[in-house]
């Protein structure tokens, strides 16, 4: 509890200093707030401001341990009952977190143990494999590889699809990093924010490519040929053939490599060789595009299919669908402090986005890692969780630790680890 | 810019119609109505909304002489009204189908892009025309090889709004072309979306609370052509919202006498008649409708008529032709109970009084409506001639 009231005095000073940088979200007046203060796991919601001097004398009076806003405007947004609050329309919202898909490195980083039958394992899990229960509990680190994913679906998002596709326009768009394990995008418009869940719903299924039937894009068999899709047709047909020619032209065992990726193509070895062996003629087709007859021996709609689902997986954004969908949802206020890590939630410029790196920025201005102290600090901690992997801040690796470990780290790292919940200070 | 009246009497539906029609809009609706009767007093407003009404009671696709004429102004927002006050989803639902899917029709013919432009302009859409069709794809799937291109290309906002309620697959934002902020659409797509965006505007919600209505309704029922309207179109909803599984022709031929196997309503009416007693107004439409109903010559109808103390041939003549031409159908028994022209009960009518049963639903049903009486005793008639022979006559089956 004690470090508790610790990261709320940490949480309100930072307030207190930064003030004056912390940004405005456009119409502040019509959003709601909502708030998760240390004492308990409860969300404190229906709060609205009428100004942003307002909104900082509530977080330095209180220092909250997460601090949201709303999507939506209302004209009450303070009423607590969603049908009182005079709903005016709502930003387009796109969350990529890494927690919600997979990478590679979560073999690293990521851990688990179940609560019930007492296993132990990494990576991403949903559920215990050994006694299918989902008690378990997951430890998710961060990591720079995971948020260079994520760094990287937002920039898919961006420079693929809202711009080339979308048509929207930079000046629209809000970009902040989470202060945890990805990236938030809002869209300010007025066009969009008349959009129902409905409507924003054919948007996500147009941004994951998921729901993409190829049977509606050309792809069918006709006297024993399979027909396949056109890059003359603008939309998904155009994105997933240019992207299977830029595969295609890659050296062979790096395809080779691709197509037999379980997490990616899956195929078998026999599949992926036939392939290889006409993967040049196929290439002459699609480019050529006169007649789409696609012949690749062993080739059914069914290996088609699994191919272009591949092909689909690799061009759509990873994101999270219901918080695009959900028109009532609360999204972390730009320049707060993350609770679980005592992280800022950064917002960077589309151009700073390039060279933008969370843990580990140069640019003060952009750096997340706010409690980096200058006078070189260093705190006493007490190891509580059973393991710890290793967590690499500003280039500085720490860890790895296990429970009991007694360890001296700087102020930045301490902050991070209590935040965390897997430490105490002695 | 606005558009022109023309095209507004051929889409009344369009939002200029309030910039036109701006005396029509800031006026109280009863006084709307009352006029609009002073203006056409031929009875051709009440033919040709009756004919939208009974074409979407019977699922057409088709409205017969659809007409892009200043009644159809009057026509479109009467037509809004009724369905304001009949309050009642199936039959909203029905109309809004058959009226967009005349628009659809009237959309398709249009030869210039220059309609359609005015009416996406007018409807305050976000889309650009190209006065060079873009080509935004092929068609691989037909024998040639079908260029894709298009004029109109709509934001995908509005597409996504016109499009909401319709599900084909095709229709999915992921499978168009978006390019740019706006979608790519063939003429016929993009008439199809306004078409769908009619219908949606026709459909009024179901208001809960009958109160709301009631007054309202009340006022608007005292304009003798509004109410006589409004009875028809319930007259004619309760005639058609069952399809009648025994299907007898029940038309008036030369040389049969139909008049046994009459309603006692019916009979009560002729009998009074027969005895030169007088009828109400409402007896009259009634028997009036019903003898057209059946396609009774106008003049045996008059013919019957003589018999009333006040008869005049001329004035008759013309009131049976005018009722002739609004197409009306007679009251269903539930009018006819609360009007107190029912004679259910006075003469013991086993049809009337328990009504009949139904093969088809495996339950007895009540009579809803006098002319299915003539049909379920023509059937009785029938079998019973048949004697022991079981087998049912029935339209299919002839
Ligand atoms: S039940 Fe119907 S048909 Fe029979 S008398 Fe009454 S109104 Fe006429
Ligand atoms: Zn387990
Ligand atoms: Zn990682």
Redesign the pocket.
Known sequence: MSDNIFLKRLFQAYYQEKQKEISVVSSLEFREFGFIPWEKQIMIRHIGFESQKVLLSYLIDRGPKHVYSSGSLYLQPEAQHMENKQYQGCDLIVDIDVDHFYTPCKDEHDSWYCNNCETIGTGMQEKCPKCEKSKITKLNWICEKCLDVAKNEIKKLIYDFLIPDFGTDEKDMRIAFSGHRGYHLKVESEELRKLNSDERREIVDYLTGENVSFEVLGLGEKSQMIHGLSKENIGWSQKIMEKVIEILNRPKNEIENMLLDENLFGFTSFYVGSFLNYKDDFLDVITKGERNVWAIEGFGLTNWKKLLRGIVKLIGIELDEPVSIDTHRLIRYPGSLHGKTGFKVQEIKLNELDDFTPLNEMNEKLDPIVFKSKKKLTQKLEIVERALPITKIKGESFGPYVQGDIIEVPHHIAVFLLCKEVAKTI | MSISIDLLKHYPWLPSLKIYYSDIATQDPTAFIEEAFLKYPDGELEQRISKIFKAAFNNLEEIKDYKADELNIYLYLIVKILLFVLNNKPISNRVANTYSKQIYKELIEENEDASLYDICKDLKLKFEYLNLPFKYGVNLNKSQREILKTSFKIHFTDYLKLAANLHDDYRKLVHNALSEGYVYVQKKDLIRLLQEYVRRKLIVEEVKDENNIEKFRKNLLKIREFKELYGNILNNWELKKEDFEYSFKISFKEGSDLSNNF????Q?ILRRIQEGMNIVHTERLFLVFFLHALNYPTENIIDIFSNLPDFDRKKTKYQVEFAKKKEYTP???ST??SLN????NE?K?E???EGYYSKKLDTQKK????L??IQLKQYRNSTKNKANKTKIEKKDER
Request: charged residues 15%; hydrophobic residues 30%; aromatic residues 8%.
């Open positions: 309603p006692p309503c019916i009560d009251h269903s028994c006819l109970k022209i029912c004679k259910a003469s009518d049809i009337c009084l009579l809803s409506h006098p299915f009486y």
